[in-house]
């Protein structure tokens, strides 16, 4: 049942996260009902879009907040609390999945208190509740951190409602894989298992399109392989590929093919960026992350 069709406003374009989509969150299953109004271009600096500009600048840790560009924190912030008023959400209870940080921890930080806290001004029977915090600190997952199921289920407790409404909003700022969306999912249906839990998020994860030149050094993969498997590591969502011949290519910071990692016959690489030798791989006749295909001719 898509719920939130009765209270979703299409003046910004919130749009719900379809299974038919390239990109799809990898942790989301079929029946979740989870809503986006930005693309987040991965990889990609505040300079890339306004969505990375608003993403980076809510993501400001304590560290920037005697600087001046502590102000952009507060100003996407407001932007946030802003683009969340055109849904409706009177009489659903709204949660946000905890920070990296405990709340008693010099380095937590109250950004989703303040959007919340913004949004009730707007919307005053919207019922704000903490069914869960974080009793382990972590390293932000944009920062490298842990992404898998149980790394993140560990460092959570059940808080409990102190008032539940029929419907149950998860909302963050960025969806990637979905993982954390589908913990707080599981910890909320193990003591409510009828109640409706959908989720919103601010932006949605989407590769970089970056264009190749059209000459022998890009034109193509440099071992001459059309097909490919896309590799995305699940730590830090670097991006590998397998050709297939069997070598594995990273790619530089341009987004280049560049260095062969392995000739195939060692399939226990690690990620060239933090190590870690978890993959999820997509198969692909062109390069997703470039959307480009691997040759010349076409």
Known sequence: MIFFLNWVQMTLNWKKIERTEHGFPSCL???????????????????????????????????????????????????????????????????????????????????????????KKTCPN???????????????SHLGGPRDYQSIRQGLKWNGFTHLTSTVVIIDDLITSGSHFTVCRDM?????????????????????VIEIPDDDTY??????????????CEKCWHCIFYCEDGEIHDIDDSGHISSVLADGSDREEQCPNCGNNTFRI???EYCSYHNHTFSKDD
Request: proline letters at 4%; hydrophobic letters at 30%.
């Open 282 to 284: 997509e198969y692909h």
């Open 126 to 140: 919207i019922n704000i509740q903490k069914p869960i915090v974080r009793t382990i600190n972590k390293e932000p």
């Open 29 to 119: 299953n079929v029946n979740d009902d989870c809503w986006y109004a930005r693309e987040y271009i991965a990889g990609g600096s505040y300079q890339d879009s306004e969505t990375n500009s608003l993403i980076h600048n809510f993501k400001k840790d304590h560290e920037k907040r005697c600087k001046q560009e502590w102000y952009y924190k507060g100003e996407a912030i407001k932007k946030f609390a802003q683009e969340l008023n055109y849904l409706d959400f009177t009489d659903n209870t709204v949660i946000f999945i905890p920070p990296s940080y405990a709340h008693d921890a010099a380095e937590y930080d109250d950004r989703f208190e303040q959007t919340l806290d913004l949004l």
């Open 188 to 208: 909320i249906k193990e003591k409510y298992p009828e109640v409706p839990i959908g989720g919103v998020f601010w932006a949605k994860r989407i590769e970089k």
């Open 219 to 232: 034109g193509e993969c440099i071992c001459g392989a059309r097909a490919m498997f896309d590799a995305y």
